[in-house]
């Protein structure tokens, strides 16, 4: 919880730089300070995700199991394209 305050911090901030008319290499390099950020948090979410709640599909077996493991992938996918 405490990450997503930091981030929300941090789009604020962007909010004021854009306000305040700040030169646009500086808010582009807040910018990517806040996206490395958010797939920090991304990543960190998806290894808790796999070690409860696809580990425990994955003992459970069954189509239960295909789902976890396809939604994981699915989600995997989406944060490599983004």
Known sequence: MMRLRR???QVRGL???VAEDTYCIDVLTQV???TRALQSFALQMLDEH???CVSDAVAEG?????RKLKEASDA???LVRS
């Open 15 to 17: 909010q004021r730089l």
């Open 62 to 66: 069954g189509e239960e199991r295909e």
């Open 50 to 52: 796999m070690a409860t």
């Open 7 to 9: 981030i929300e911090g």
């Open 32 to 34: 990517s300070a806040v």
């Open 76 to 78: 995997i996918a989406r």
